[in-house]
């Protein structure tokens, strides 16, 4: 595998090598102490999740907060999103500012996503399956999200038409100035 830093020095490209032939493809998708080695720390995946959505579904921007905060390394199985992770670290270099990447089935590049990032994806094909390891349970009552086209934040979405948002993002998500930081 290939680890490629992207402008947020914490958020790395994982780049699979991929095997195929006339029965198709094999490649392995995660090694733990790959992945440790590559982001100068462990990280211990316990819970993975996976959703399918069609095509302008945005879900997103979620965190959790505190010491429920997830770090993930996200792919997509099928289809094609538009990956987004917003650093909310306030004493990072990068506070504020994001890293969005195409992740498809097609070049089968996955995003992992430290601690203190908040996450979200735009679904850019007629439907896509998105799957995810985390590495802290889901805590729901943690859980909160930040408005996908904050100004401050300044998101360049590929489409920005017939978006479809669950009702908690569209009505009551927060501004980046009221979302906690880490």
Known sequence: MEYIPTEIADVVIVEPKVFGDARGYFMETWRE????RAVGHDVHFVQDNESRSSRG???GLHYQRGEASQAKLVRVLDGEVYDVAVDLRHDSKTFGQYVGVVLSGENKRQLFIPRGFAHGFLVLSETATFAYKVDNRYAPETEASIRYDDPTIGIKWPMTQGLLLSEKDQNHALSFE???KF
């Open 57 to 59: 579904v945005l879900r």
């Open 178 to 180: 009221e979302a906690e």
């Open 33 to 36: 102490e790959d992945l440790n």
